[in-house]
DNA sequence: AGCAGCATAGGACTAAGGTCCTATTGCGCC
DNA sequence: GGCGCAATAGGACCTTAGTCCTATGCTGCT
């Protein structure tokens, strides 16, 4: 359910702020709202999923000031832009920055639900793959840079006995480093190890 | 070089036209324009890399119209938009649907050609892409129904033994079929297959 | 000085993968 | 009714991968 998301408003138009909250809150999320971006940066750090539905032109930090904060700290929050007076270039350069919708004042309920669920659906699918991603790498943190190369010939599919022969040392341990990836990388078979490597960026390397 | 790649204009301002081919050939690029939409659907399709400078507001098929007709056609040709009086809807919307850029005249040479340059590594990529899955969705076909099936096994890390039993068959069965995957797909390795099942989407199997 | 970790490697063995040849059954098609 | 193909399978045999035990030389840290 969407007990564990948190839709977030930031506006300075404080009846803007009241009627998003109600219509948030009777159509099931939990919400907050802001009158400035400053208010926002202000709260801690939100860790789960969500969304943030944020005004344009705001006195002092305006939306876009706003996302490029958030982005700059790293920040994986979805964002709605929602505004009454927006310009063209600010709405393009909006979604080619990343931006769920660019939604002009007054917007319909039904039109802003809808981006909210895409925006908080993309945003669990996007949390669970960088915390897949975080596994990942926290795994070949731990393997030596022998280890490493030996992997990256695995992947690409070679033999033992040609990466023994790529390396100039026995087939023997290319085993020892080939069992000791596995045993690190928490993979059963060299099928997992490619889909591992693949969903972290590890390029195979091939024998010459 | 840029010698495979045509960039496309359509406008029905002649003086636009003729400056912006000037602008493209000068640049290096090939390059021809058209008065309408329907001048650009009456030419042959433009079977390499390219990509298309779109007026928005023309007279009949305006330029988000072209863009839908487009699509429908499965044309992969990358958009860049160009407009004198772009509403903000128009320029959000065209960025949703993939465009690469929706500017506004009167435009940067300079950002236009960048532009261009970013519309054509994109395409030259996704067309790269999609010959790539073509060229293995081909020898998916070429797959019987139970290659398949012992496939999605395999790309799962399964061994030979845990195949034979899921499938209520003999070892020596699945030894035949996976041969003969690895023959059609044309793998050298299970490490092959599993990148190849993976750019193509073939999901693998576990055996319960 | 001594220990931990890495890279190296041999011996001995098991298991898993792959290939060649042969063979049977069932289905659809000309 | 025979032909081709998919699916099934056994025998024989070789290659690869993986594991357990042992062992050496090097580096860096304490």
């Known amino acids: 359910m969407n007990t564990d998301a948190t839709i977030f408003v930031v506006d300075d138009d404080a009846s803007m702020r009241k009627s998003l909250l109600w219509l948030l809150r009777s159509a099931g999320w939990r919400a907050e709202a802001f009158a400035s971006a400053e208010d926002f940066l202000a709260r801690p750090v939100w860790p789960g999923p969500g969304c943030l539905i944020l005004d344009v032109r705001m006195p002092h930090l305006t939306g876009p ?17 929602l505004t009454g007076h927006g310009d063209v ?3 393009v350069d909006a979604m080619k920055k990343g931006a769920v919708d660019f939604l002009l004042k007054p917007v319909d309920d039904q039109v802003l639900l809808q981006n909210i669920q895409l925006a908080v659906e993309r945003h669990r699918a996007a949390r669970a793959h960088a915390r897949e991603l975080h596994i990942i790498r926290e795994r070949l943190a731990r393997l030596s840079g022998r280890e490493q190369e030996v992997m990256e010939y695995v992947i690409a599919g070679c033999l033992n006995k040609q990466i023994a022969d790529a390396l100039g040392i026995a087939e023997k341990t290319i085993k020892i480093h080939r069992g000791r990836v596995m045993q690190k990388m928490e993979a059963n078979s060299v099928a997992d190890l490619v889909h591992l490597c693949q969903t972290a960026g590890v390029a195979p390397r091939r024998a010459t």
Chains 1, 2 share one sequence.
């Open 65 to 81: 000031q706003l996302r490029d904060r958030l982005a700059a700290a790293n920040s994986s929050l979805p964002i709605i832009f």
């Open 89 to 91: 270039s600010t709405g």
